[in-house]
Every structure is written in structure tokens, then in C-alpha cells.
Nanobody, 124 residues
Framework: VQLQASGGGLVQAGGSLRLSCAAS????????MGWFRQAPGKEREFVAA????????YYADSMQGRFTISRDNAKNTVYLQMSSLKPEDTAVYYC??????????????????WGQGTQVTVSS
């Protein structure tokens, strides 16, 4: 599986962005998908995830209510809609994929495939 993230950019605090992650391959619909982010000097952290059929979603506490993860299996794409952005949301955002399983959706080491990252910068 190859992943291509896009949609990052510069936005003012309080603004919105929608990230997209396009996946290659015919098995996208059987993959769990996640978004993670990494700010300079910090470890990669969990943002949001959803399971293979979209029936279960998970969010980091600080993103709950502001971010929404979704997927379109017909387009082999997962989205991250981000609203009410804050300067502390500034980071490189990565999408990730793994064959479906039942545990560890929020754990980076549980994912097999990673996109190249897209930069999100939120100005104050």
C-alpha cells in the first residue's frame, strides 16, 4: 500500500483545513487508517483513527470535537477535517494504514504503511 497525503498549508488560528490521504491498491477497504502528527522536537503522536469499515473512530483528547476522520472506500481515500485550529496544532501530519485488526488503532507502531506527511501551520 502506498499513501499520499495532501491538503496541508498555512491557516490562521480558528480556521479549518481538510487533509486527504489517497491509497493505492485494491485492499484499501480492508485497512484500518490513522492520522498522526509530529511537531519539531516532539515525538509522533496520535490524532485520529477509524477502522476498516468506518464503524469505529478514535480521537486524541485534544482533537475531540474539533477534528473528524472519515473514509471513502470507493475513492481509496481517508480524510481528516480539522476545525478550530490552534497554533499548537502546527505539525507534519501523517496518514497510516494497516491490515484490519481489533487492537492498537491509536499506536503508531501498529501501522505498517505511512504516507510522506503534509505540513500544517497554524498562525496566531
Amino acid at each position: 500500500v502506498q499513501l499520499q497525503a495532501s491538503g496541508g498549508g498555512l491557516v490562521q488560528a480558528g480556521g479549518s483545513l481538510r487533509l486527504s490521504c489517497a491509497a493505492s491498491g485494491r485492499t484499501f477497504s480492508s485497512y484500518d487508517m490513522g492520522w498522526f502528527r509530529q511537531a519539531p522536537g516532539k515525538e509522533r503522536e496520535f490524532v485520529a483513527a477509524l477502522n476498516w469499515n468506518g464503524g469505529r473512530t478514535y480521537y486524541a483528547d485534544s482533537m475531540q470535537g474539533r477534528f473528524t476522520i472519515s473514509r471513502d472506500n470507493a475513492k481509496n481515500t481517508v480524510y481528516l477535517q480539522m476545525s478550530s485550529l490552534k497554533p499548537e496544532d502546527t505539525a507534519v501530519y501523517y496518514c497510516a494504514a494497516r491490515p484490519r485488526t481489533t487492537v492498537g488503532l491509536t499506536t503508531p507502531s501498529r501501522y505498517n504503511y505511512w504516507g510522506q506527511g503534509t505540513q500544517v501551520t497554524v498562525s496566531s
